[in-house]
């Protein structure tokens, strides 16, 4: 089962079908909701008039890009930086993968592997990569040897923790509820 959000229906099925639409839409999964950034890349596309590449936005004037972002509706609640992080990933992908995000996974010998070359790109750290190794193996079939153990309990089959577990509604809810539960035991912990 793939990747549904409650989102535009053109925005999930451009996040199934290009792999650098689903990789910003991790990038930009911080500090809102996983439904604001994985319909950016959409709307970012619908912006430009095409869906870019890789090439073009880590080429792309800078300026321009913060533009595009920081328009009303603006794609992240940090338009500036957020529009520098996503040029920072492309310039990556195109330095290390020749522009192709699908590289990223599609050349890793196994889940470890994919989680490093994930962990490397610029903003992801080790949580944000499992959660990525996680999406890749249960919504897209990307499933190297060793890939649900790279994505710790992200990777667990009946999980509701992250973006990698949603495909309707019911699943979206269950995942809300894991991480208020988590920020209640973090804020409990705290004192």
């Known amino acids: 089962m793939t ?3 409650p989102i535009d229906p053109q925005a999930n099925e451009m996040l199934r079908r290009d792999p650098l639409a689903l990789l910003l839409g991790m990038v930009l999964d911080q500090q809102v909701p996983m439904e604001k950034a994985f319909s950016s890349p959409y709307v970012l596309a ?13 080429g792309y004037d800078p300026d321009a890009l913060v533009a595009l972002f ?12 957020m ?12 330095e290390r993968y020749d522009g192709d995000p699908a590289r990223l996974w599609s050349e890793a010998a ?11 790109l610029p903003g992801f750290g080790r949580q944000k990569a499992q959660i990525f190794v996680a999406l890749l193996g249960k919504r897209f ?3 190297p040897a060793g890939w649900r ?7 667990e089959a009946e999980a509701y923790r992250s973006v990698a577990d949603v495909t309707d509604p019911e699943s979206l809810g269950r995942v809300r509820e894991f991480k208020q539960r988590m920020k209640a035991e973090a804020k409990a912990a705290k004192g």
């Open 46 to 58: 619908q912006r430009l008039g095409h869906e870019p590449d890789a090439r073009e936005l880590a």
């Open 70 to 81: 920081a328009r009303p509706p603006a794609l992240h609640r940090f338009p500036k930086a």
């Open 83 to 94: 529009a520098a992080r996503v040029q920072e990933v492309c310039r990556a992908l195109v």
């Open 141 to 143: 079939g990307v499933t």
């Open 110 to 120: 196994d889940g470890a592997e994919l989680l490093r070359r994930v962990g490397e």
């Open 149 to 155: 153990e790279a994505a710790g309990a992200y990777g």
């Open 3 to 5: 990747l549904s959000l």
